[in-house]
Nanobody, 126 residues
Framework: QVQLVESGGGLVQTGGSLRLSCVAS????????MGWFRQAPGKPREFVAG????????YYTDSVKGRFTISRDNAKNTVYLQMNNLQPEDTAIYYC???????????????????WGQGTQVTVSS
């Protein structure tokens, strides 16, 4: 079981930016596909972005395309989510998670990810 710790959340105004980080406690970080999910109050958890082991398969949910960027630094066991032009509807708890899938896309669900962080709160004020 990989331990994941997210950070970087906070309160930001509409149009602002945040960068989330997720550090994994594993010596084999590079073998994992990494994903970012979010869950707003009263809503199901949503797959926001994913990046595979080689960074040649990337997924973004439609609502964040052009605003969010997922990246990874295997030397630091870290995956990032750069979030620009934040909107109130982006308010949620954001979670990172690991998967062994080789290709990422909207077909992946929570069931395809098996290690989860504790989440970091992102609040966008209007």
């Amino acid at each position: 079981q990989v331990q994941l710790v997210e950070s970087g959340g906070g309160l930001v105004q509409t149009g602002g930016s945040l960068r989330l980080s997720c550090v994994a406690s594993t010596r084999t970080f590079s073998i994992y596909t990494m994903g970012w999910f979010r869950q707003a109050p009263g809503k199901p958890r949503e797959f926001v972005a994913g990046l595979n082991q080689n960074s040649d398969s990337i997924y973004y949910t439609d609502s964040v395309k052009g605003r969010f960027t997922i990246s990874r630094d295997n030397a630091k066991n870290t995956v990032y989510l750069q979030m620009n032009n934040l909107q109130p509807e982006d308010t949620a708890i954001y979670y990172c998670a690991t998967s062994r899938e080789r290709v990422v896309g909207g077909f992946l669900t929570q069931a395809d990810f098996y290690s989860w962080g504790q989440g970091t709160q992102v609040t966008v004020s209007s």
